[in-house]
């Protein structure tokens, strides 16, 4: 119940494309979804985060959209840079009570490569 | 805002000696610290949960008597791997919050390697 699945592994895009990555959670209870962006050797870093009240929040060139009866969020970055390329993580928590679900449930990760 | 530190970045040391990160949240209070350890190309696993002047709390799996976590003020968490061995090398980060229920703000990390 604590499992977050998260796809593709690894995603090539040209300069200029789209990169979608998509995750998908079995806790109805969650009731926060941050995505992080982590370069190699550094830590994460929180980059957009949404609450399942909307479906869509967008900051700048990435856009989470949320779909609560799936239990599915997805990252969108449009425009993509090289710089852009990193590992990109999904996680899940729940932050209006307490219990064990405040601790953020990771996926696993995508390895993002956009080609100039 | 939000930023938080870790110390050393890197280190190598010995098998057997004990080896201690420092956390610190430099511009915010963070009643509570979370500690993670990654391996390559893998997603965080948390070890343990720190709450400023108590007791940390381990998940599953992890020895409180060989990683000791110490939270006590609220700026600084420290995580002393002990006795450390080769299969302990690993990227240790930290992430800091001002409450328990508010956004993780995680530090750049601290690669150990244990020869």
């Known amino acids: 119940q604590q499992q977050v699945k998260q796809s593709p592994q690894s995603l090539i895009v040209q300069k200029g494309g789209i990169s979608i990555i998509n995750c998908a959670y079995e806790?109805?209870?969650?009731?926060?979804f941050p995505w992080y962006q982590q370069f190699p050797g550094k830590g994460p870093a929180l980059l957009i985060a949404?609450?399942?009240?909307?479906s869509e929040k967008k900051e700048g060139r990435f856009t989470i959209s949320f779909n609560k009866s799936a239990k599915q969020f997805s990252l969108h970055i449009m425009d993509s840079q090289p710089g852009d390329s990193a590992t990109y993580f999904c996680?899940?928590?729940?932050?209006?009570?307490?219990?064990?679900?405040?601790?953020?449930?990771f996926g696993k990760g995508t390895l993002l490569t956009v080609n100039p | 805002g939000a930023v938080v530190s870790q110390h050393p970045s890197r280190v190598i040391c010995k098998s057997g000696t004990s080896v201690k990160i420092e956390c610190r949240s430099l511009?915010?209070?963070?009643?509570?610290m979370f500690w993670y350890r990654q391996f390559p190309k893998q997603s965080l696993m948390l070890m343990a949960t720190?709450?400023?002047?108590?007791?940390?709390?381990?998940e599953q799996g992890v020895e409180k008597d060989k990683f000791l976590i110490n939270h006590a003020s609220l700026t600084l968490s420290t995580l002393t791997v002990t006795s450390a061995h080769p299969e302990d090398s690993s990227f240790y980060i930290c992430?800091?919050?001002?409450?328990?229920?508010?956004?993780?703000?995680f530090g750049p990390g601290t690669r150990l390697l244990v020869l």
């Open positions: 511009d915010f209070q963070a009643t509570t």
């Open positions: 720190s709450n400023e002047g108590s007791k940390a709390t381990y």
């Open positions: 992430s800091a919050s001002r409450t328990i229920l508010e956004t993780q703000y």
């Open positions: 996680a899940a928590s729940r932050r209006n009570s307490g219990g064990s679900n405040y601790k953020l449930t």
């Open positions: 806790n109805t209870a969650f009731d926060y």
């Open positions: 949404i609450r399942p009240d909307v």
